[in-house]
């Protein structure tokens, strides 16, 4: 099956420091991959969609200059989370989504928790 | 505004027992439906989708779920429980502009 990895698994930071952290699908090409942010005991919220060599498309509250989207390939988005605070601590998930985008079926990668102290 | 509902935020069950877990959404046009089952200390992974065709769909370990359009339901359920099923059950439709919007997840603690 589609199998997408995100790297790292967990990292901690300092406050005001930047964090990248990578999603890869790693036996197909996703043209389409999306960001989700999780609180504990929470759902997942969708933060925005990339698509291979354009713009991500950001939700509505999510700001595009902190949380710096890029999906260069159709194996690889990445998220940089600029200047972090402990606010943006959270479990971040990416997923991936070959041909026609979200309708067709979306694969997770296992997340990434980032503690900024 | 779309949106999904699940009905219960924990549930507890003994093994053996049957599982009925609740799901509605809101959303007049064309919806894809799925459910997640999220192991504790694991990723998201799919139990079963709907797309188009039979609305009882039968997913893996056991699941099932019934699309009832009229109702705007698609409920998760399962004849009898495990231990191992014990996890995080999330809810999730894509409906206009093809988003994933899930349900706000409900725990399920199977008692051995």
């Known amino acids: 099956g589609a199998v997408v990895s995100q790297h790292p698994s967990w990292v901690i930071c300092k406050s005001g420091t930047s964090v990248k952290i990578e999603c890869r699908s790693l036996?197909?090409?996703?043209?389409?991959m999306f960001w989700y942010r999780q609180f504990p005991k929470q759902s997942l919220m969708l933060m925005a969609t990339?698509?291979?060599?354009?713009?991500?498309?950001?939700e509505q509250g999510v700001e595009k200059d902190k949380f710096l989207i890029n999906h260069a390939s159709l194996t690889l988005s990445t998220l940089t989370v600029t200047s972090a605070h402990p606010e943006d601590s959270s479990f971040y998930i990416c997923?991936?989504?070959?041909?026609?985008?979200?309708?067709?079926?979306?694969?997770f990668g296992p997340g990434t928790r980032l503690t900024v102290l | 505004a779309q949106s999904v509902s699940q009905h219960n935020h924990h549930v507890i069950l003994s093994e053996a027992a049957s599982l009925e877990l609740g799901c509605n959404y809101s959303?007049?046009?064309?919806?894809?439906l799925f459910w997640y089952v999220q192991y504790p200390g694991q990723h998201l992974q799919l139990l079963l989708k709907y797309f188009s065709g039979d609305p009882l769909v039968k997913g893996i370990k056991g699941f099932e779920a019934e699309f009832i359009k009229s109702k705007f339901s698609f409920n998760l359920r399962k004849p009898s429980v495990q231990w191992s099923d014990t996890a995080e059950y999330f809810c999730?439709?894509?409906?206009?502009?093809?988003?994933?919007?899930f349900g706000q997840g409900t725990e399920l603690s199977v008692k051995p």
């Open positions: 990339s698509n291979e060599g354009s713009k991500a498309t950001y």
């Open positions: 036996d197909f090409q996703a043209t389409t």
């Open positions: 959303y007049g046009g064309t919806v894809n």
């Open positions: 999730a439709v894509t409906g206009q502009g093809g988003k994933l919007i």
């Open positions: 997923s991936a989504a070959s041909g026609g985008g979200a309708y067709n079926e979306q694969f």
